[in-house]
């Protein structure tokens, strides 16, 4: 039964893609008519992403697609472009080459309006939860629902307090941001991302700076919050533990490619040296301890002779 | 020699580009102001916090600014016999200059490099960002209040900077070195005209409103997204804002009285 | 800081804003005398009026009953026509009133001055004042003094004549 219902599904959006697609030209169509059928149940798809910033590239060809319904992990070390990655899915930077199909609609070709309405289904939780420091915990989350709909205050009442039950935190309605720790913070942020009950949610490293108890909450309502609203979940992130323990796939991410992707268990098996050393935290491997200089006697004695 | 030139280049180069980034805020701050109609307690909000909060710095500074123009003015009138002309040198002076533009470098201190920490905090703490996300434009619901409110403020300000500083040279004119009450009203009355003088005068704060807002809003939404970055574009944007408007001054003296 | 006390302040800062502009109208300038000023106009003609302005004030033994209201060159008799505009409740001018230019103070502004005259018959709308002294220029007057002096000086003759 279910299974006939996914074929149906899957034609319909077949047909959709080939539709948008015809416009662009007979081998594109082609191209993207085979990416639709290859990843029919992913909602998003990023094909050959190009992104510099200053002269620095940061993403030089990367394929990465998130499934529905499903966790995926992206890690990788600092400044290997994961939240630039998160911007670029959220519209909010143009890549330099390169599409990103957030549920069938090119993210960096939208005009600005469509953006915007896409942008309603997605929620995002930044870093350090980016709550509006101006408005107490309960407006915060009313926020949008007060932007985006015409809703009368008992039933944003109602869904405020719903959704500050979901992360716990109906006692703290009143509190102002600055009276929050951390990780109190960062709940009220998810509780806000989830307002307008979106199709996906990403995380902007959720567990950084977070003390145990703190990261162990997350983690539970991440997965409890995908899994009961019916969410797909992006976590960008360096922790390897809490990462591996909810992730349903992962993408490890260096020096602008895709390094190795698959299951947490597959990444641990993974021939590549790289990511052993990224999941162990080993010192020294492919990514060398030491900056690129040359050698230190050479360096000591030079010193001598300068100064 | 080259290494200057280059260097010379280069800062034009930032400027213009700043200049250019500078100009499409602006445009996009002003296409958004009409949705600001439907969301008055924004606006009331940020005229409290960029309007009421500089009213004190403003008063006392009118009063002594007054003060010290009834004093000088008087020393300075008493040797040609013409101290009865007190308080229209006060008056002329204060509406036609002091008012507006002591006001405007007083507001870029107090209230314009508020403004630039405040949304540059925003920006640094990812609110704006945030914001985006939340397909909320943080240009209409963040800098469009702010601008709006500013440009309001100032020339109510100013007005108030004047009238207290009239009354401020009153008290020592009048009060203190004894220049007839009836010839300090008189004399000024038949000198300030109110289209000449006043009305100069509003739109001159009108247009220091409008560019210190300016400077202040584009420089907390351009800074860098660092406690470092929100410092500096704090400064520049006191620096900026009493370079432009004493600039501007000249320009908008020189067009209204110059003969 | 409740969002009431909030529009209260606001309420408060706007209103002392405007109270602030009309005093400057009011009391500060000249606004409150150009209310209700359709006054009558006179018109004189002076061969110098250097140092008159529009807006100059007109008076009458020293108390101001009107202003200037325009100057201009009449090119067929080589003067300049001053327009006054005199309050209304002033209207019983004499016709053989005399107008010159004063200058208040050594270095003051010029202003009109009216010395009433004996005739019956008043002023009205648009009536030209005949007798009229021109404006004392500075330059002139030293000049001529100059001139005089030293043409007594040296030349006997020219002052014989």
């Not at chain 1, 101006?134 to 009368?152: C, F, G, K, Q």
């Not at chain 1, 052993?276 to 050698?295: I, K, R, S, W």
């Not at chain 2, 008493?78 to 008056?91: I, N, P, R």
């Amino acid at each position: 039964m279910s299974g006939s219902c996914k074929m149906e599904l899957a034609t319909g959006r077949r047909m959709r893609g080939i539709v948008i697609i015809t416009s662009l030209g007979h081998n594109a169509a082609i191209f993207f008519a085979a990416v639709t059928i290859m990843n029919e149940s992913s909602l998003i798809q990023i094909r050959d992403l190009h992104f510099a910033h200053k002269q620095r590239v940061v993403f030089d060809g990367v394929d990465i697609d998130i499934q529905r319904g499903g966790i995926t992990g992206i890690m990788g070390p600092s400044g290997t472009g994961k939240t630039t990655l998160l911007r670029l899915i959220g519209g909010q930077l143009k890549p330099t080459r390169g599409s990103i199909l957030v549920d069938d609609e090119n993210v960096p070709r939208l005009p600005r309006a469509a953006l915007y309405r896409l942008r309603q289904r997605m929620g995002m939780l930044f870093q350090n939860g980016a709550l509006l420091t101006d408005m107490n915990v309960y407006d915060n989350i009313a926020y949008p629902l007060r932007e985006h709909t015409r809703l009368s205050e008992t039933l944003i009442r109602t869904l405020v307090l719903m959704k500050l039950e979901a992360v716990g935190l109906r006692g703290a309605r009143d509190l102002m941001p600055s009276e929050l720790s951390g990780g109190m913070g960062r709940r009220v942020a998810l509780a806000r991302a989830i307002a307008l009950d979106p199709m996906m949610v990403m995380y902007d490293e959720p567990f950084t700076g977070q003390d145990p108890i703190s990261k162990g909450v997350l983690v539970r309502l991440i997965r409890s919050l995908n899994d009961a609203l019916g969410l797909t979940s992006i976590i960008v992130s360096h922790d390897i533990e809490e990462t591996c323990a909810i992730a349903d796939y992962i993408y490890l991410l260096s020096g602008g490619k895709v390094v190795a992707h698959g299951t947490a268990q597959a990444l641990g098996r993974s021939e590549s040296a790289w990511a052993q050393q990224f999941l162990h935290g080993e010192a020294d491997g492919p990514v060398p301890f030491h900056y690129p200089a040359n050698t230190f006697t050479d360096d000591v004695m030079q010193s001598g002779n300068v100064s | 020699m080259l290494g200057a030139l280059q260097l010379l280049g280069q800062k034009g180069l930032d400027f213009f580009q700043r200049l250019g980034r500078g100009n499409i805020l602006l445009l996009h701050i002003v296409e958004g102001l009409p949705s600001l109609l439907p969301r008055l307690p924004l606006l009331i909000r940020q005229t409290y916090m960029v309007g009421v909060l500089s009213l004190l710095i403003i008063v006392v500074s009118g009063l002594f600014v007054g003060m010290v123009l009834g004093l000088q003015g008087y020393n300075t009138l008493v040797d040609f016999g013409a101290a009865e002309s007190l308080g229209t040198m006060v008056a002329l002076s204060l509406v036609r200059e002091l008012g507006p533009v002591v006001t405007a470098l007083l507001f870029a201190g107090r209230a314009g490099s508020a403004l630039t920490a405040e949304i540059g905090l925003m920006k640094a703490t990812e609110q704006l960002s945030a914001m985006e996300m939340m397909a909320v434009d943080p240009v209409r619901r963040v800098l469009a209040p702010r601008f709006l409110a500013g440009v309001i403020s100032m020339p109510l300000l100013a007005a108030i900077f004047s009238a207290i500083g009239v009354l401020g040279g009153w008290f020592v004119g009048v009060g203190l070195l004894g220049v007839d009450d009836g010839a300090y009203w008189m004399q000024m009355q038949d000198h300030v005209d109110v289209y000449d003088d006043i009305m100069n005068g509003v739109i001159k704060s009108l247009v220091f409103g409008v560019v210190v807002t300016w400077i202040a809003v584009f420089e907390g939404y351009d800074a860098v997204p660092t406690s470092e970055g929100v410092s500096r574009a704090t400064t520049r944007t006191v620096v900026h804002a009493a370079l432009a408007v004493l600039g501007l001054d000249f320009i908008l003296t020189a067009l209204m009285f110059g003969d | 800081m409740t969002t009431r006390t909030i529009e209260i302040w606001v309420g408060v800062f706007i209103a002392a804003g405007l109270a602030a502009l009309f005093m400057l109208a009011m009391k500060v300038s000249n606004l409150s005398t150009y209310q209700g000023e359709t006054g009558y106009e006179l018109v004189a003609r002076f061969e110098d009026i250097s140092g008159l302005k529009e807006r100059s004030p007109v008076t009458v033994a020293g108390v101001r009953i009107g202003r200037v209201k325009q100057i201009v060159f009449d090119d067929q008799t080589l003067e300049a026509k001053v327009v006054m505009e005199i309050e209304p409740r002033h209207n019983k001018l004499p016709k053989d009133t005399s107008a010159s230019i004063y200058t208040s103070g050594l270095l003051g502004e010029k202003y009109i001055g009216l010395d009433p005259g004996g005739d019956m018959e008043s002023l009205k709308q648009g009536d030209e004042i005949q007798l009229t002294q021109d404006s004392l220029v500075l330059e002139k007057l030293v000049g001529q003094f100059v001139a005089n002096f030293i043409n007594n000086k040296s030349d006997k003759k020219v002052e014989n004549k």
